[in-house]
């Protein structure tokens, strides 16, 4: 922990010799981008050829029609209004986002969990939208009561679920999306870029000039930046409980809601950034960190080695050991 913030510059420990022996000073930069998920997407790509921009858009809109909440004839969608209890077939790509989900859901004390919808429409996060007032204590426990991983089965590409629990990806989807655009990158023959969704990032190679794709992370209101990372074949993700709230009674609640009791988090953490081989994993890590709050998440992600850096309200800083390790 530290009181004062200071701006800390992190470095991946290697870096490809591959990537300037190929680099050409003259290749142009390539800007694409748009609306999607809510948010924007953009990609930064050297040399890109023809027919990339389309292949991109192609990428998003499969997982949208994958795993979106917000369109009722998503695959995802299909499966939340499944008859209970029946296995259902699963696209492979949210096969196996669901079963990273899970996994992250387990080894996170459930801090994590992809079965919360119930719990996301209670509190104006989800599809049916804001409502006026807070919940009331039963609302909170009936939706407590259809939700939960423990609540799913997934077997393979197949999965069942139980006491009307539904899935909610926005946790880890738009990470697996940011890697969708970085494989469709690569399976064009491009090597270097910087691909980000909504201000999740993955980034390979190194630009012409021979300079890493540097990425400053988001800083929470009233707060200094204090995160610049080199992106050489690493993503970054970063949970803002300070995007998304709602303000009633004169309180402010943010909308990540821990899974285990049903409330939106009140734990002071405001952000949490973790750096990762792929972008879905750091998504879905660092929602459980903020979830977790301090303590309980530097012991989390040091058990599992996570790079990661998380800050409260009050100017306090917590940074990981992985990621103490990477700083220049």
Request: with cysteine; charged share 20%.
């Amino acid at each position: 922990m530290a009181p004062d913030t200071a701006m800390h510059v992190a470095i991946p420990a290697i870096v490809a010799p591959e990537a300037f022996a190929r680099r050409d000073a003259a290749a142009p930069i390539a800007r694409i981008g748009g609306d999607t998920m809510g948010t924007s997407w953009s990609a930064l790509v050297v040399a890109p050829p023809p027919g990339l921009e389309t292949a991109l858009w192609q990428a998003i809109d499969s997982v949208i029609m994958s795993m979106s909440q917000w369109r009722p004839d998503s695959a995802l969608s299909r499966f939340n209004r499944s008859p209970i209890g029946e296995w259902h077939d699963l696209p492979a790509d949210l096969a196996k986002v669901l079963a990273a989900a899970l996994a992250v859901s387990s080894t996170s004390d459930g801090a994590f969990d992809p079965a919360c919808g119930a719990l996301a429409d209670l509190w104006g996060f989800g599809p049916p939208g804001a409502r006026g007032d807070l919940p009331r204590l039963r609302e909170v426990a009936g939706a407590l009561a259809r939700s939960g991983a423990h609540q799913l089965e997934l077997f393979g590409h197949r999965a069942r679920r139980h006491a009307g629990v539904t899935l909610d990806l926005s946790g880890i989807a738009k990470g697996y999306a940011v890697d969708r655009l970085a494989a469709t990158c690569r399976a064009a023959g491009v090597h270097d870029f910087l691909v980000e969704i909504g201000g999740e990032f993955v980034g390979a190679g190194i630009r012409p000039d021979g300079e890493p794709w540097w990425v400053e992370v988001e800083a929470p209101p009233g707060l200094p930046a204090s995160l610049r990372i080199a992106l050489h074949d690493l993503a970054v993700a970063t949970s803002g409980d300070y995007r998304r709230f709602i303000a009633r009674n004169g309180r402010r609640l943010g909308h990540s809601i821990d899974p285990r009791t049903g409330w939106p988090i009140e734990n002071g953490i405001v952000s949490a950034t973790v750096i990762a081989a792929d972008c879905m994993t750091a998504d879905a890590w660092a929602t459980a960190l903020t979830v977790l709050g301090p303590d309980a998440a530097m012991a989390a992600a040091q058990r599992h080695t996570l790079a990661a850096q998380l800050r409260a309200g009050d100017g306090r800083e917590w940074i990981t050991p992985a990621l103490a390790a990477m700083l220049a």
